[in-house]
């Protein structure tokens, strides 16, 4: 019988030898990333958020991408922008000169657009990037608007040191065409439903590498018949320590979490 640490060890492995990167800070040998930009410890899905983790050693960063109305991509996870910053309205109907504007409510500081967050890392091929694609919604986001959004979004990660990054997606869709457009792009798809055999097959059929699942919902058995797939796992939403070590345990890939600096004082800890 193999140890939870020999299967995060092997996770790890795979997870470099898939995206080519440098592993991120980790926790009981798992790389951290830091969901929304840090956005539990910072104004989430901002420059100056995962600037700040960065300084802190923090190496992962999960990020959320929308496109404006004039073609331009930004981070933003809610499509309404009220609930982050003091404006109103949904940031597909802005443009980018609108979403320039914008300030956070807590510390008041810009909205990037991707070329911000991407211009402050491309001269860092030590990090991971989860660029998320926010586009489930297929009345905002038609099949010639998500065309175009995949289009921006993957011309757009060129000035960053490959294998830095990669694409996630609660939209099959959207993880569909960006395979089409980038056939060796790592893909990794996120679910909110029940893990049921049928969520590993459409994973593998749609090209991806990962597997997101509900930590609450997912059996072991699950988190071992993904990894036997050939697929990397991912628990979500990982708040507490508790969880992180059910993550370890299981053989997860990432720890995509909303306590990353937690987690790097912790990591020597034992499960």
């Given at each position: 019988?193999?140890?939870?640490r020999?299967?995060?060890?092997?996770a790890?492995?795979?997870l470099l030898?898939l995206?080519?990167a440098?592993?991120?800070?980790?926790?009981?040998?798992?790389p951290?990333i830091?969901?929304?930009?840090?956005?539990h410890?910072?104004?989430?899905n901002?420059v100056?958020?995962?600037r700040?983790?960065?300084?802190?050693?923090?190496r992962?960063?999960?990020v959320?991408i929308?496109?404006t109305?004039?073609?331009?991509?930004v981070?933003m996870h809610?499509s309404?922008v009220?609930?982050?910053t003091g404006?109103?309205g949904?940031?597909?109907d802005w443009?980018?000169?609108d979403?320039?504007?914008?300030?956070?409510?807590?510390?008041?500081?810009?909205?990037?657009s991707?070329?911000d967050?991407?211009?402050?890392?491309k001269?860092k091929?030590?990090v991971?990037?989860l660029?998320?694609m926010?586009t489930?919604d297929a009345?905002?986001y038609?099949?010639?608007?998500?065309?175009?959004y995949c289009?921006?979004?993957?011309?757009?990660v060129?000035v960053?040191?490959?294998?830095t990054?990669?694409f996630t997606s609660f939209?099959?869709?959207a993880?569909?065409?960006?395979k089409?457009?980038a056939?060796k792009?790592?893909?990794?798809?996120l679910?909110?439903g029940?893990?049921?055999?049928s969520?590993?097959d459409?994973a593998?059929?749609l090209g991806?590498?990962?597997l997101s699942?509900?930590i609450d919902?997912?059996?072991?058995?699950f988190?071992r018949d993904v990894?036997?797939?050939?697929?990397?796992?991912?628990?979500?939403?990982?708040?507490?320590?508790e969880?992180?070590n059910l993550?370890?345990?299981?053989g997860a890939s990432?720890i995509?979490?909303?306590?990353?600096?937690?987690?790097?004082?912790?990591k020597s800890?034992?499960p």
């Open positions: 019988m193999f140890s939870p020999f299967h995060s060890a092997l790890l492995s795979a030898s995206t080519n440098v592993p991120a800070a980790d926790y009981q040998g798992v951290v830091a969901h929304r930009g840090a956005g410890e910072f104004d989430e901002t100056e958020g995962c700040q983790s960065y300084e802190r050693s923090l992962g960063f999960e959320d929308r496109l109305r004039d073609d331009h991509l981070l809610d309404d009220s609930r982050t404006g109103n949904k940031i597909e443009t980018l000169a979403v320039r504007k914008l300030r956070t409510k807590e510390h008041g500081v810009p909205v990037p991707a070329a967050l991407f211009a402050y890392f001269d091929p030590d991971m990037l660029l998320e926010k489930t009345k905002m038609p099949d010639d608007r998500l065309e175009t289009r921006l979004l993957h011309e757009s060129r960053l040191p490959p294998g990054y990669c939209d099959r869709r993880l569909a065409v960006m089409r457009l056939p792009s790592f893909t990794g798809l679910t909110s029940p893990p049921t055999a969520l590993i459409e593998k059929q991806c590498g990962r699942v509900s919902t997912t059996p072991r058995k988190a990894r036997n797939a050939g697929l990397q796992l991912s628990l979500w939403p990982i708040r507490t320590l969880d992180a993550a370890v345990a299981f990432i995509c979490t909303d306590i990353p600096s937690l987690l790097l004082e912790k800890a034992i």
